[in-house]
């Protein structure tokens, strides 16, 4: 899987200026808030996995590996509901999982460029194996001397590959007796004791007398590289290979022992996992996927590989990079994907799958917006495959979620980097992202601005400029200008804002900019608080997470706690509630927190016969409605929301206001933030010289 990550600019507005490039110059954090904002984990459930183990002697205790930051969940409840233990490491993914036969408490996981990761307490604390630097593709543990612990790494010290032999659980690593390919598999014969296979990127490999001598056993294409093995006896094993230049894609199988090889089945994409029925051998499950061609899912042999079909009744997520078979129930298997799915569950031997990710927040949220009807929308950013869900929807502030479909052709949007909702219409929204290949044509990678009037059940394509990436999306509140930040192509494209003044119908450049800041917002008007959401580049440094301001950014202060996950790539103000703020990372989901009151956005300053106005939008209203003012002097303000009998429900603006135009939401709540109820409620607006009273009907 090819990602991209980018450095992000989120721009946005005071009155009709853009806000770009302001944290250019800090330099130094100052002390000074009283009180640091709580962060929780709201949302949305699901994840990009990578790997997947079943304890042996326990099958209800589950871990999953994430391909984003190194992150590993558990659960012990056969998948209902998933515990985060945390990152093992910033900088690789989780490749793979082992469970040792006699105790689910003690885990080994090799993490791309994290190493080789082992817990004995069930996950709560990781230790680093094999100190010396390295990338752990594999791992192994002999079934028989669970002592014996065998692992695929690249030492980078060495610059070599090589599968390395432990004899005292991970303690101490002798040179290797097996060098030369990257080992992506290893797995045991169940029946043989001393009987060891490494899957590697030149064919299968054996060795007889535990790990000393190897001999090749196949398949007939020796240069494939083998992405998964399973093993049903001494004589009869399967490899899949992974899809590139030397091989399609192909799941071989060998009943001499490797003597000799037929094709079990030609699919024409990397396959990932394999599995067996532990009671029979004739039925073989397979995972596979890719985002750009071949078949994508899981499927099922029977007849021991004579013929194959998918299995993927209710497996929204196609690109599945493991499979498991519960070793006490062979019915229930488990899949991993590397989408937004994370893990779905069959207990009808894949006839059927349910999604079992409660808990597990794995995901990568790129962008929020919130819509005039208060609806939350998340766009996930890279990862976004066909046929599977690439934005979520909220009706109810992350409560719950439901997902929308991938962005249509012709040009398959492979990564979204940041989604917009239109400041008047419910449910029109924009996405900006890119594709990497059309549906029709191989031709080079292109920027996709994509609207929908529905709320993203249906998609059409704005602009589509090649060679250039959309990073980031915005619409000025008072001119309805759609400003664009985009990235890759040329150097000379990277970065560049551009502006459409006519919906996105034609595009104009206005300017370059550069900085650290992965998502910026503003509470503005007398507050002028601003957030700063911080990441880097390439996975190879961490973020610093969220920045506030109260001063225009001349001092900043962190407000991190409870903020796991440092990398932060969007960021968004709640227009319902302005001391609620959302901040999306890279692999926790989304963050929730109250921070300081916000206020009314001051629009543009009036002629100076400018009239006396109030009104709202819409009305009637159900969760929320748009009060709209203007007046035409400098002065003291009361803004206040009255009952049928007179009763004050809240005071929503109580100061000194400029002249010129406002706007602030009211989203049916008391002063004391309680839901009222449904009926007939009056906008009370009074200066020192004027006042303006107006219906309003809130229903339910």
Request: aromatic share 12%.
């Amino acid at each position: 899987m090819a990602i991209y990550i980018t450095w992000r600019k989120i721009i946005r507005f005071k009155t009709k200026t853009i806000i770009g490039g302001i944290l250019l110059s800090i330099s130094c954090v100052l002390p000074g808030f009283t009180q640091e904002a709580q962060w929780t984990p709201i949302g949305p459930d699901g994840g990009f996995l990578l790997s997947f183990a079943i304890a042996p002697g326990s099958p209800n205790v589950l871990y999953a590996g994430s391909d984003i930051y190194g992150g590993i969940y558990k659960s012990t409840d056969g998948g209902e509901n998933w515990t985060f233990m945390g990152l093992l490491s910033e900088l690789g993914y989780v490749m793979d999982i082992k469970i040792h036969p006699n105790s689910s408490d003690i885990v080994y996981a090799a993490c791309g460029k994290g190493g080789l990761h082992k817990t004995t307490d069930g996950g709560l604390n990781w230790n680093r194996l094999f100190k010396r630097d390295d990338l752990a593709f594999s791992v192994g543990i002999d079934p028989n001397t669970p002592d014996v612990v065998y692992a695929g790494l690249i030492v980078d010290t060495a610059d070599e590959y090589a599968l390395f032999k432990s004899t005292d659980a991970g303690m101490t690593w002798p040179d290797s007796s097996f060098l030369g390919n990257p080992v992506l598999e290893i797995c045991f014969d169940p029946d043989s004791l001393n009987t060891v296979y490494a899957g590697t990127s030149g064919g299968v490999h054996r060795s007889t007398d535990a790990g000393t001598n190897w001999v090749f056993c196949g398949p007939p294409a020796p240069s494939a590289t083998i992405q998964s093995l399973v093993v049903v006896d001494f004589n009869t094993f399967y490899a899949g290979t992974l899809a590139d230049e030397r091989d399609e894609g192909t799941v071989y199988k060998t009943t001499d022992g490797g003597g000799t090889w037929n094709t079990a089945y030609d699919l024409g994409t990397p396959v990932w996992g394999l599995a067996a029925d532990p009671g029979n051998g004739n039925i073989v499950y397979m995972a596979a996927g890719s985002n750009m061609f071949g078949q994508e899912g899981v499927f099922k042999t029977t007849d021991g590989g004579d013929n194959w079909f998918p299995v993927n009744n209710g497996l929204v997520d196609r690109m599945a990079r493991d499979v498991k078979v519960d070793p006490a129930s062979p019915n229930t298997v488990y899949v991993a994907t590397d989408g937004l799915g994370g893990v779905y569950k069959s207990s009808d031997g894949a006839a059927t799958w349910i999604q079992a990710t409660s808990g597990m927040r794995y995901t990568l949220i790129q962008a929020m917006s919130f819509d005039v009807s208060h609806t939350l929308f998340a766009a996930v950013g890279w990862g976004t495959y066909r046929d599977i869900p690439s934005i979520f929807k909220s009706r109810d502030s992350g409560a719950s979620w439901d997902t929308l479909a991938t962005i249509p052709s012709p040009y398959y949007m492979t990564s979204i980097f940041d989604i917009v909702a239109h400041p008047d219409t419910a449910d029109l929204i924009y996405v900006g992202g890119t594709s990497h290949y059309s549906n029709t044509v191989d031709e080079p990678s292109r920027g996709l601005l994509y609207r929908s009037h529905d709320g993203g059940d249906t998609w059409e394509a704005l602009w589509t400029p090649e060679g250039i990436w959309i990073l980031c999306l915005t619409i000025d509140p008072v001119t309805r200008n759609i400003y664009a930040g985009t990235g890759g192509g040329d150097t000379s494209q990277i970065y560049k804002v551009y502006k459409s003044t006519d919906s996105g119908a034609t595009w104009e450049t206005i300017g370059l900019e550069e900085h650290a800041i992965s998502a910026l917002i503003g509470q503005f008007g007398t507050g002028n608080t601003i957030y700063a959401g911080t990441g880097a580049m390439f996975l190879e440094t961490n973020g610093d997470g969220v920045f506030r301001s109260t001063d225009n950014g001349a001092s900043w202060e962190p407000m991190n706690s409870g903020l796991s996950s440092p990398f932060i790539l969007s960021m968004l103000l709640d227009p319902a509630s302005t001391n609620t703020i959302y901040a999306g990372s890279m692999g926790g989901g989304i963050y929730k927190a109250t921070v300081g009151t916000g206020v009314e956005t001051i629009e543009n300053n009036p002629p100076e016969d400018a009239p006396f106005l109030l009104s709202n939008f819409p009305n009637p209203f159900n969760a929320i409605t748009r009060i709209t003012f203007q007046i035409p002097a400098t002065g003291h303000v009361t803004l206040d929301i009255y009952d049928i009998s007179g009763r004050t429900i809240t005071t929503l603006i109580d100061g000194q206001k400029q002249a010129g135009h406002h706007r602030i939401l009211w989203n049916g709540r008391n002063k004391n933030e309680r839901k009222v109820v449904s009926g007939l409620y009056f906008i009370h607006l009074q200066t020192e010289e004027r006042k303006a009273t107006r219906k309003i009907m809130l229903m339910k």
